[in-house]
């Protein structure tokens, strides 16, 4: 198999499932979402704390 072929069917090499517990899968998108949001939340907590929001702002309990 040559490169371009390899390349060309990436997609039928990875498994959707990142890991599972029993019966329950995790996929790669879900894991994707909770990266993002947790990127999201650390983010604006960063910039909270940089700007003083306090009450005003963005409020992370």
């Known amino acids: 198999m040559n490169y371009l072929e390899f390349y060309q069917n990436i997609p039928q090499y990875i498994d959707p499932i990142a890991f599972s517990i029993g019966s329950f899968a995790i996929r790669w998108y879900s894991l994707m979402w ?16 940089k700007n003083n929001l306090g009450n005003y702002g963005l409020r992370i309990t």
Do not use: A
């Open 34 to 49: 909770i990266v993002g949001i947790g990127v999201v939340y650390i983010f604006l907590s960063i910039q909270n704390k």
